[in-house]
């Protein structure tokens, strides 16, 4: 990876390490457009000025807009949210290995 490619990465991650970033990008995934009380909700446990903050970021990032509907998700977050589409089946592969570590179970070998 090239000094500009890492330090894109590096930025990229930068943001969405950020506490309910993906999180906030996650709750829009579906493509409908949510409400500043709704995405609260769909979040869960987020307080109304981390939100806001995050929101602004995310805005900034270019990965997030406002519509006349509510906030939803820019072409680019669509495409960041399309390249994190494997996150679910690989976090339950995860889970799963985790779980057998924790109750001393052999890892099972990847299919």
Do not use: C
């Amino acid at each position: 990876m090239s000094s500009k490619e890492n330090a894109a990465v590096t930025q990229l991650l930068g943001l969405l390490e950020s506490r309910y970033a993906i999180r906030v990008l996650w709750a829009l995934r579906d493509g409908h457009a949510q409400t500043f009380r709704l995405l609260q909700d769909s979040v869960g446990g987020i307080t109304p000025n981390t939100l806001n903050t995050r929101i602004k970021e995310l805005r900034q990032a270019g990965l997030l807009h406002h519509d006349s509907n509510g906030y939803v998700v820019t072409p680019s977050g669509s495409d960041l949210l399309r390249r994190l589409s494997d996150l679910p089946s690989f976090a339950a592969k995860w889970s799963a290995t985790q779980s057998r570590k924790k109750s001393g179970l052999p890892a099972r070998t990847a299919s």
